[in-house]
Each structure stands twice: as C-alpha cells, then as structure tokens.
C-alpha cells in the first residue's frame, strides 16, 4: 500500500488538550473539503519533505509515494515520542495505508470527520481522535444535511471508549453562528470528552474574546470546553 505524503517531522503537539506533548507528524496530500481558514500550505506532490533533525528546517526529499514500510522506518529516527500524529489534508482518504501501518506507538488522528466509511476501517488502529466540527459555510459544501449526518456518524464511529480517546475541535472565526455550534456540538457530545474552541489563527481577524467565552459559557452546560489557541504558531515550530 502507497501513500502522497508532503511531510514527515517531529514536532510538539501545538493544539488541543494534549498540548506540548512531543509527536512525529506524518502529513497526508489531498483533503475532500477546502475550508476558508485551511493553513495546510499547498505541497509538491512529487515529494515528501523529511526532517531528520527536529526544529533544523533541514529537510531531504523523498519521492512520492511512500510505502508504509518507509513511513515505520522514516519514523524511527524520531526516538521517545507521545504519539504519531496523522494529519494532512484529510488522513481518512488514506484509511488502506493506515489500516497497514505498523509502528510501535499509539496513533493521533487529525480528521474533519466527514468520511464515516473510512472511519470504520481504521477505529480500532487509532488512540486519539482529534475530530473537528466544519460547519457549513467554512467549505464549498453543496449538501449541508448529509454533511452534518456524515460528521455526526464519524464522531458515533470514533467515539471515546476505554481504549480510544475522542475530542472535538472546532475552529472559531467571526462568520461562527452560535446557534449552529450549539446543534451540532449537542449531536456528538455522547461521543467526546471534551470540546475545544480553537480561535483562528491569521489571515481571518479572529472572532472576538467576548464572543468565544460566551460560547464556552453557554457550551459548558451540557459538555467541557476549552479555549486553546495554536501554540506552535507562536513559537514558530512546524
Ligand atoms: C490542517 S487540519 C488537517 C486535519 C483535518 N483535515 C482537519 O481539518 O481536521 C489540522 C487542524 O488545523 C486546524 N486549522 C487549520 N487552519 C487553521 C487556522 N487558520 N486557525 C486555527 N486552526 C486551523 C484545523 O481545523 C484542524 O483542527
Ligand atoms: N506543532 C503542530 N501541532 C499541530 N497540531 C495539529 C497540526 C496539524 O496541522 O494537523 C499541527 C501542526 O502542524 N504542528
Ligand atoms: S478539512 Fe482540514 S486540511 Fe481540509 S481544507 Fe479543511 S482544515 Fe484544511
Ligand atoms: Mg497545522
């Protein structure tokens, strides 16, 4: 099995809950939505761009695409790491490669949690899903009922259980309508452990601070919610 991967480094995790935990990252090509904010820089799909020293900005090209097998031994260099996460792009396009990934540590999956049928085969590979919510006027999305259904029937797929832990991320910038965070978070809040309203970094002036602490407020009724921002952005590690 092959994969278009732009990316391989070993980085702090910079969002979320498990924030400052050491990772390797393994960033996939291709992604099924084009959300407004995306800060993936687009790649050259011909080759993976590898850093074998953390934070050198020394990277070495390897053509695409990988095998899993290089992935594992590309990952190795790497020593005492969290986790590895699997972003992109969208890494559910590429469930067959991960279903076939061998590596000796747990899996961290990125997703925008849009592909349920993907989600089914790997939900039993993956320890933390850091799931998003995209609401509908973040992406070219024709379809809005089948794409909050898709996202509702991913987060019941990769839901918690004792042995995989769910959270949800959802990007606030200033087109965010409450009340459309409000449904869509009480849909999948049996699923997660906690939501994260995560304020959108440059290009898009961010929301507001008034705005995201009433939404923490009113989303604290019925599930935990934190605000965490993009820390590697601020220190400027990938
Ligand atoms: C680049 S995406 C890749 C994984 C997957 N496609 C997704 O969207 O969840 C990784 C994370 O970065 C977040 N993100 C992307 N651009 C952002 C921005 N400008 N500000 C804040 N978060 C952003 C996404 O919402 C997602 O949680
Ligand atoms: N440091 C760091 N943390 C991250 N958390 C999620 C990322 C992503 O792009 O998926 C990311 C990333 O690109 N770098
Ligand atoms: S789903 Fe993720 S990778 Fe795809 S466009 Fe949105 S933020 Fe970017
Ligand atoms: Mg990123």
């Known amino acids: 099995?092959?994969?278009?991967?732009?990316?391989?480094?070993?980085?702090?995790?910079?969002?979320?809950?498990?924030?400052?935990?050491?990772?390797?990252f393994v960033r996939f090509i291709g992604c099924n939505l084009n959300c407004s904010y995306c800060d993936t820089q687009p790649a050259d799909p011909s080759v993976c761009m590898f850093e074998r020293t953390p934070g050198s900005n020394s990277f070495e090209?390897?053509?695409?695409?990988?095998?899993?097998?290089?992935?594992?031994?590309?990952?190795?260099?790497?020593?005492?790491?969290?986790?590895?996460?699997l972003t992109g792009g969208e890494p559910l396009l590429h469930a067959d490669f991960i279903s076939?990934?061998?590596?000796?540590?747990?899996?961290?999956?990125?997703?925008?949690?849009?592909?349920?049928?993907?989600?089914?085969?790997?939900?039993?590979?993956?320890?933390?899903?850091?799931?998003?919510?995209?609401?509908?006027?973040?992406?070219e999305g024709?379809?809005?009922?089948?794409?909050?259904?898709?996202?509702?029937?991913?987060?019941?797929?990769?839901?918690?259980?004792?042995d995989r832990e769910c959270f949800c991320k959802l990007v606030v910038t200033k087109d965010t309508v409450p009340d459309d965070v409000y449904r869509m978070v009480d849909a999948i809040s049996d699923y997660v452990s906690c939501v994260v309203l995560q304020p959108v970094t440059q290009k898009h002036f961010?929301?507001?601070?008034?705005?995201?602490?009433?939404?923490?407020?009113?989303?604290?009724?019925?599930v935990d919610t934190l605000i965490i921002p993009q820390t590697h952005k601020m220190w400027g590690c990938l």
């Open 61 to 85: 090209n390897i053509p695409n695409p990988l095998v899993t097998s290089q992935v594992s031994e590309l990952l190795s260099n790497y020593g005492n790491i969290h986790s590895v996460s």
């Open 1 to 24: 099995m092959e994969a278009p991967i732009s990316e391989i480094f070993c980085s702090v995790q910079g969002e979320g809950p498990h924030v400052g935990v050491r990772q390797a």
């Open 142 to 162: 024709k379809d809005l009922v089948s794409h909050l259904e898709r996202t509702i029937e991913c987060f019941r797929t990769l839901r918690q259980t004792k």
């Open 100 to 139: 076939e990934m061998d590596i000796p540590h747990p899996l961290y999956l990125e997703s925008n949690m849009t592909l349920p049928h993907m989600a089914e085969k790997i939900k039993d590979k993956i320890s933390y899903v850091s799931g998003d919510i995209k609401l509908i006027d973040e992406f």
């Open 206 to 222: 961010s929301s507001g601070i008034e705005f995201l602490l009433q939404l923490q407020k009113d989303l604290l009724d019925s």
